[in-house]
């Protein structure tokens, strides 16, 4: 904030207050209160009548002199008297009374827009700002037990009124000593009644997140509440990249719908030449259709005027299409190794309907089990882009649904498709080792050289190796790794299409090979 705009308050100047000795024990005591937890379980722990019975008590207090400072072990609690002519507020940790040494700075800066729309509606007695610093992050525990930097929950309230979309911003500034290497930090707010189990849930609306040096963030929110800075696993992203990447992923996503669709309609009006192994590339192409058009959906979905529940629904489906390709992918995989490596009574009773209850069937049932179990791992995912100024490193988040549980994505996203990438990898080495031992038992010439490119690239393709980049996200690979993996991948659907073409075409040469074969014979007899 501008010094010749505001004027910094600092609370170790002001004189010794004056308030009846009945209200402190009844403050102090509502504070005590909300420390003491009340079970394991978030409902039984967070009541959130007590934090706004707390609130009101402060706001309604009576106290002689313009503000009031009182602290328990893990609470903090300030009240301030202000008038139309507010010129603006600092204030610090390192003023601030009675502050243990054990505790991260931090510091919140108030514009002296704070009170122009109170003012301008009407003309108050007087206006009351109180601060209540939670230094615990107990009482603001989301569905996903979400990290904290020092677990510092710093709130601020005007009055009795809403405070929002404010032009100059309120700073709130946390220090710390801890690394932040392999985190992405990402201020956010309590957002009330956005939480299933939970009576809240953090959220990076309206709040904007710089890092003016390596132990401290500054959050620049322009609305009143509860903040706090949420430490995410994993680097972030350069901002510059982001524009790329979504072109990228919306144009590859695109040809991969349309390609799909393609070649379903086109295997629907040839069926009579299909068999199970065409059946099953279908059935491949349809899992892929069906992952591009939720993934596409998914950002739209995590717009903040679109109900959770909607964005829920959607980050399990997307969830879900994901795990269906992949298991569609490593069924590919399995029916290669059938063909290639028995050759001879290859027969399983009702092989097709018992792979599409694994390719459809299992990612299904893992889904409805998250759901019945936790349905709140579904929802809004942050993405942050990292951006490097000259006062330091800013943020800017970007929403999508999709899983929220750090857990769950270990598991059934990464652990999964390294499963699936791990053991489709085997399967094409080992093709590739079975194809050139052909080729040497043939003595094939240069001229089959082509040929056996274009099989090595449809193998690779239909096997699904390129997601195999998903696990090269870190240091000097990084960069590469997003576009290599978001090129490759969007236009997955696209690349099966030209393989499916190239199988057709190759299928119709040497159908019209057999007929002219035939056709010779007969002639020549």
Known sequence: MDAR??????????????????????????????????????SSRVNPRHIHHLEQKLLNASFCGHNLTLQTNAIQSLIFKLGCSFPGLSLSSATLPSVPQAWAPHGMQFPAELTKDACVASQPVGLRLICIYFFTAQLFQDDSNSSLLNNYVLGAQLDHRAVNNLQNPVNISFWHNRSLEGYTVTCVFWKEGAGQHSWGAWSPEGCYTEQPSPSQVLCRCNHLTYFAVLMLSGDPVPAELRVPLEYISLVGCSISVVAALLTILLYAHSRKQSDSVTRIHMNLHGSVLFLNVTFLLSSQMALPTVPRSVCTVLAATLHYALLSCLTWMAVEGFNLYLLLGRVYNVYIHRYLLKLCALGWGFPALLVLLLLVIKSSVYGPH????????????????????????????RVLVMGYGGLTSLFNLVVLAWALRILCRLRAQKKALSSWACRDTVMVLGLTVLLGTTWALAFFSFGVFLLPQLFLFTIFNSLYGFFLFLWFCSQRRHSDAQAKAEMEAVSFSQTTH
């Open 5 to 42: 705009v505001s004027l910094f308050v600092c609370l170790g100047l002001l004189a010794a207050q004056s308030i009846p000795a009945e209200t402190i024990p009844e403050l102090l005591t509502l504070m005590k209160n909300l420390e003491r937890p009340r079970g394991r379980t978030l």
């Open 382 to 409: 942050v993405i942050s882009f990292s951006k490097s100024q000259e006062n330091g490193t800013s943020f800017q988040n970007v929403s999508m649904c999709w899983v929220r549980s750090p857990m769950v994505h």
